[in-house]
């Protein structure tokens, strides 16, 4: 039977960044994933090019049922902490958005600095391996002379020892890339809440019949201004949209599914910025071109047209001249096209969404080590009810957390914490 300081169930972005950084600080580290490929996820992340954190990051752009617990290892594993890794290893980088930064290569950058980083601290990986069982033990020995272990792990490799578990096995999300609940199940297994999950920066989908008139209109995107929940509690982002076949996506929508609640209405503004009543009313005193080619002065061509084309069944007079549309159905397209409330029937679902919102709950884990009230046992990166935005947000809690374990586990081992 082998022993080890530390075994991290998950070989992705939290898990290999503490395995490395435990590593590093003196920990014998084992790194255990089913998985055939490794980081799997960060691979196909950002168009491939992985939106690796973003600079703007703050606790308020994070959902948790405590959104306070965040800020411990947020504030002392920083973007530019991460960004000052990679220049230690050559990684060339680019800011493309709002904060948000990506490898001027490729995804694999991110995944070889991990590694390197695992190499560097003497990391063990068993991959492809199945954890089968874990145990908590009674302070048994594993034989005279050494620590008694706090875990057994019986994996398809064998029967392991540890004085300490990390538990980063994300999510539900992709489950076509190896996705599984296996770090809820732990949680379960020691009387550990989890948050209800759900799919999260992932596309809206609508009835089909409702959907008939706007599928069309798949392929085309736009900046469009979204909200959604009442007024206390409204959620808006500015971001932009695309139809698809069977519902909207785009990074707006993306932004927007982690807040929307089922059975509730989204608003979309189509043409942030115009006053779109008052630029139709103008039109009318100097044009005689029809209404849908002077809102397409205003939103796109193909837009205006599903639009004006609703008229009929709306009892709207869309269908001719701006100048000989009453006053009254430019206001009423206007306000349709400002203020477009629809209501989701469902989301794509984990197979197409980005990240998992829930988990396990934060009220029975420490924020500045990530330790559950199960002595030994830590639950870092997306498997924690911890959830961010789609830019960068969520690799950027991955490190956050992999290296507020990391630093606990080095403190515990020195003596210097305990816990």
Known sequence: MEWFDVVVVGAGAAGLFCAGAAG?????????????KVAEKIRISGGGRCNFTNLDTTPANFISDNPRFCRSALSRYTPRDFVNLLAKHGVAHHEKHKGQLFCDRSAE????????????????????????????????SVSAGEPAPRYLLDTSNGTVA?????????????????????????????????????????????????WAPFAPLSGLSLPVHLAT????????????????????????VLQISSYWQADTTIRLN???????AQQLLQAKTRSRKLLANELAAIVPSRLAETWVAQGAALRQPWDRAVADTPDKALAALAERVSRWEITPSGTEGYRKAEVTAGGVSTAVLS????????????????V???????????FQWAWASAH??????????SGAFDG
């Open 24 to 36: 590093q600080r003196g920990l014998k580290v084992l790194v255990i994933d089913h998985a055939d």
């Open 109 to 140: 950058d991110i995944i070889q600095v991990l590694l390197a980083e695992c190499a560097s601290g003497g990391v063990t990986r068993w991959q492809p391996c199945r954890v089968t069982s874990l145990r908590a033990l009674d302070q048994e």
């Open 162 to 210: 540890c004085q300490s578990v990390v538990i980063a096995t994300g999510g539900l999300s992709i489950p076509k890339i190896g996705a599984t609940d296996f770090g809820y199940r732990i949680a379960r297994q020691f009387d550990l809440p989890v948050v209800a999950t759900r799919p999260a920066l992932v596309p809206l989908t609508f009835d089909e019949a409702q």
């Open 229 to 252: 929940g009442s007024k206390k509690s409204a959620v808006s982002f500015s971001e932009d949209l695309l139809f698809t076949h069977r519902g909207l996506s785009g990074p707006g």
């Open 270 to 276: 189509l043409a942030p910025g115009s006053d779109v």
């Open 367 to 382: 924020s500045q080590t990530m330790e559950s009230r199960q002595r030994g046992l830590y639950f870092i990166g997306e």
């Open 384 to 394: 924690v009810d911890v959830t961010g935005w789609l830019g960068g947000y969520n």
């Open 404 to 413: 507020a374990c990391a630093t606990a586990l080095a403190q515990a081992k």
